[in-house]
C-alpha cells in the first residue's frame, strides 16, 4: 500500500468542499487530476471514500472514519515540518524566560498564549521570581532572557532595554486611619509602620522611623491587607492582594510617585535571537495598553 500526503490532502480537501470540482478549484488543479488522485487512493486502501451515486461528494461510512485519521495525519506532517524548519535555526529552538513575579498579570498572561501560537514549536521554560531572583536565573545561565522591575543599575556582566512602566501608588488597608486624612502629609505617614521592599543593592526611602521589609510585592500587599502598616505598591498587585480587608489607595501629593520602570536584560554581548525581540516588542506593547486601559 503505498499512497502520498498529496493524496491525503486531496482526499480531505474533498471532503471538506463536497465536491471534486469545489476541491480541485481550492487546491488549483484540473477536476480530473484530482478525482483521478482520489481514485488511486481508494484503490491502494482498499475501499470507496466517496459514494459516487450522488451527484455531490458524500462520504461513505468508511470515507466518515478514515477522514478523521487523513485530518490527523496532516496535522502531524505540518507540525513536522514546522519543528523541523524551527530546528534549523538552532538556539532559537529554546527559549528560557524568567518573570518578576509582580509583573501584571494580564499582560504575562497574554504574552504567553501569543508566543505559544507565535513559535508553536518553540521549547519553552518560564521562570518566575523576584527582582532579585531573576537577574540570578542570567547569572545562573538558568533563563536567557529577563524581565522585571527595574530596582537600580545593571549588574556588570549584563545588557538591559527599558521597555515599559507600571502604575504605583500608596496603599492601606480598608478602615485605616489615613483615609481619614487625605489628602495625606508625610507626617502622617511617619506616624505608622511603613512595608517596603527589599534589594540587595537598592535602598528604598522610607518615610517612617518603623519599617519592615520584605523581598515581595505579593507578601507586602498580604501584610497591609492585614492591617500591619502601609506600603507603595504597583496597582496591580495591591488589586490582587489577598488578605483580611482590601486595600485602599492614599492620596499623597507630597511624593509624586512615577510609575516603576520594567526592564529586559540579558547577558552582556549576547544577540537578542527573533523569538527574544518579539517579546521584547509584545511585552512593551501589552504594559503601554494595560496603562491606557487604567486612564
Known amino acids: 500500500m503505498e499512497w502520498s500526503l498529496d493524496q491525503l490532502r486531496q482526499f480531505v480537501t474533498a471532503a471538506e468542499c463536497g465536491s471534486f470540482s469545489a476541491a480541485a478549484r481550492k487546491l488549483g488543479r484540473a477536476q480530473s487530476a484530482v478525482s483521478t488522485a482520489i481514485a488511486l487512493f481508494e484503490i491502494d486502501l482498499g475501499v470507496e471514500l466517496f459514494d459516487r451515486s450522488r451527484r455531490n461528494a458524500l462520504l461513505t461510512d468508511a470515507g466518515r472514519l478514515l477522514l478523521l485519521e487523513a485530518t490527523e495525519v496532516l496535522r502531524q506532517a505540518e507540525e513536522l515540518g514546522q519543528r523541523a524548519q524551527f530546528l534549523a535555526h538552532g538556539d532559537d529552538a529554546k527559549v528560557a524566560l524568567a518573570l518578576d513575579e509582580a509583573l501584571p498579570r494580564p499582560a504575562v498572561n497574554r504574552l504567553i498564549l501569543e508566543l505559544s501560537t507565535r513559535y508553536p514549536m518553540m521549547e519553552l521554560t518560564l521562570l518566575n521570581g523576584t527582582p532579585a531572583e531573576v537577574t540570578d536565573y542570567i547569572d ?155 486612564r
Not at 148 to 175: E, K, N, S, W, Y
Not at 218 to 237: H, Q, R, S
Not at 282 to 288: A, G, I, N, P, Y
Request: net charge positive; with cysteine; hydrophobic share 45%.
Open 140 to 294: 545562573q545561565e538558568r533563563a536567557e532572557l529577563a524581565i522585571h522591575f527595574d530596582r537600580g543599575p545593571l549588574r556588570t556582566g549584563f545588557d538591559g532595554r527599558h521597555i515599559g512602566t507600571v502604575a504605583q501608588g500608596v496603599f492601606v488597608a480598608a478602615g485605616h486611619l489615613l483615609l481619614s486624612r487625605q489628602p495625606v502629609a508625610r507626617r502622617d505617614l511617619a506616624r505608622y509602620r511603613q512595608l517596603l521592599i527589599h534589594a540587595d543593592d537598592v535602598e528604598p526611602i522610607a518615610y517612617s522611623p518603623r519599617v519592615w521589609r520584605s523581598d515581595s510585592f505579593y507578601n507586602i500587599a498580604e501584610m497591609v491587607a492585614d492591617d500591619l502598616g502601609w506600603a507603595i505598591l504597583p496597582t496591580n498587585i495591591a488589586a490582587a492582594a489577598n488578605g483580611s480587608k482590601p486595600l485602599r489607595s492614599v492620596d499623597c501629593p507630597f511624593l509624586a510617585l512615577p510609575p516603576l520602570s520594567v526592564r529586559m536584560l540579558w547577558r552582556q554581548g549576547r544577540p537578542l535571537r527573533p523569538p527574544e525581540k518579539w517579546v521584547e516588542k509584545r511585552f512593551s506593547e501589552l504594559l503601554r495598553d494595560g496603562a491606557e486601559g487604567l
